[in-house]
């Protein structure tokens, strides 16, 4: 055992033995085996096979994920390139398949540190039923890059999918759960705000209850609030679709501690990136019931009808404020930034 | 969502409106507040929907990154050419200079940092052995904290580039410009935790307008709005604390020691106004040792402040808003700011821009 067998070096990179011997002690025991294709992660072939579905679509994805801090209050950059992935399926209306994930990893990165990693991508696609089906591994020299990056792909099949520009005028707007966890949790812990806070990101797998709701019908344009939060989301619908997106914002649920922060630092919660939660806008005759069994759900609990679709501007989305005022919610124009007083 | 104290609550909201609109006389009224938080505050909530068609309530100088001159900026470049670490605030790194913005000087090899507090720099220089320059903007909510990292045994690597302003002095000087008509002001709750009522009171006695302390929740706000009107309709014009709960008569004592012991009043410049007597800060010779402008050889010469087709002298001064610029939102956008005004997220610019703008029906 040399010294270095706790970090990774660039001969974990390299295709060989090292490289075999990572992926066979941190990665395969990992995954259990897929029954999507006949040709599996556990060959170890240069691809992997997935039998044609009967009927519906197939909806492909991918993502990037890159985190600072990787390991972050509520989660890890491993869980949420799995979440991120399946939750792109799950608001295309997409039971997921099967996932790739390809890792690119700084050249003495802690061995451990790939571990928790790996482990919880692992668990977050158990917990929705997804196999691993292929991988990559590619090691960079110091400095080259920064930690770790996760690309993730993932594959899966919908009846059919569902888009995010499909508001019509009369729909009902809804969100799954609280907005701004994840975004203020990952704020609240730079270390530069010296905060001792309590909020952890909500990034989570969102399928699960996603797929209770599917067969209700009704969902007329899904999507998950990711980087510009759900002010991103919420414009991107309503210029697609063309319509008028209303909010009220006394209705849009958001814990007490992401809003004391977000007051404190001047940064809205409606801007910062959620990775466990789905807006949607749906059929006024279902609202209700899709409202009702998203809220048996553990993960949507908190679910809230939050407004609805109207034709006043259309491609602008509109919020009546707490107080009784109205003004555009408009597009996040980047990383929002801290005031200075 | 809920907010403190429900100081949001829509139905106090509404009353206070009412009260506001009886208060409102049936000539135009301008109150001027001083303060981006302020302005944030009113767009984010639309809290102007809230006020008479008469009533019209605008953004003077309050933005400190806006309000730093073209000079200033310059300084600072030049230091980071020197070699030293420059250390900011967010947005000041893109506030254009004659040459160069903060950002552009850093992708020519600059060392720029943005930093949350004077503190943070001083740590960074106990952690280098190279020079370390604090650019020091703000009004008087951060012009303590400046005083008091140098009054804490500052490393000998760290200077400090003041550029720290009052806010009273500005005030009255508004007043005296041509254009302005400025009926009322609403001066800032977090400033004045700071400065108590005194140095309103000393600035802007003589004008008989008034001047009411108002806090940051959309309750503060109409509250304040609703006193300046009360004061106009009886024909009164004086220093009033609509923001007793945070702010002290005196002020924050211990804060005001630590300014007077590290600064002395100087006339410095600021955008769209020009230079004003007293309205700033320099360093006491105590402290001498730590100014940049000493430190360095500042060279002085700077360009122009105008740039040309951009409004944003008349918005810091309250004589025009963001809308009244034919650059706004078209070739002026927070990504890619002409002037100041929408540079600084405080800027009444950027935030017109990024929180939908002027009010709805």
Redesign the interface.
Known sequence: MTEYDDRISPLHGAGGEMMGKLLAEHVLPHFAASQVGRIDLSAMDDGATLELPVSGELVMTTDSHVVKPVFFPGGDIGKLAAAGTLNDLAVMGARPLALSLAVIIEEDFLMADIDRIIQSFAETLAGSDTPLICGDTKVMGRGEIDGIAINTAGIGIADPAIGDAGAQPGDVIMVTGTIGDHGMALMASREEFHLDTELVSDVDSIWPMIRSILPLGGIHAMKDPTRGGLAAALNEMSSKSQTTLELDQSKIPVRDDVQGLSDMLGISPLEVANEGKAVLVVDPAIADAILETLRQHPLGKNAAIIGHVGTEYPGRVVMTTDVGGRRFLDMPLGDPVPRIC | ????FQL???VR??QLADAITILAPPTPVKIVHVC??HE?AI????????LPKTVEILEGPGC??CVTPTADIDAAVQIAEAGAIVCT???MTRVPGTRLTLEQARSKGCDIRV??SAA?AASLAIETDREVLFFA???E??TPMTAAVLLDDPPANLSVLVCHKKIPEAMAVLLNLPGTNINGYMAPG?VSTILGLAPYARQLDLFKIPIVIGGFE??DILYAIALILRQLRDGKGFVENAFPRAVADEGNVAAQILIETVFESAEVGWRGIGTIPDSGYRLRKEFAQFDARGRFEIHGETGSETIPGCRCADVLTARATPADCPLFGTRCT??SPVGPCMVG??GACSIW?????R??P
Do not use: C
């Open positions: 969502m809920t907010r403190p949001s609550d829509p909201a509404r981006g938080t944030m767009t984010q909530h639309g809290l102007r929907r809230f400190p990154v605030f967010g947005d930093v949350l943070e903007v703000g009004f909510t951060t977090h959309p309750l927070p990504l997220t405080e821009f990024r929180y939908g703008g009010e709805l």
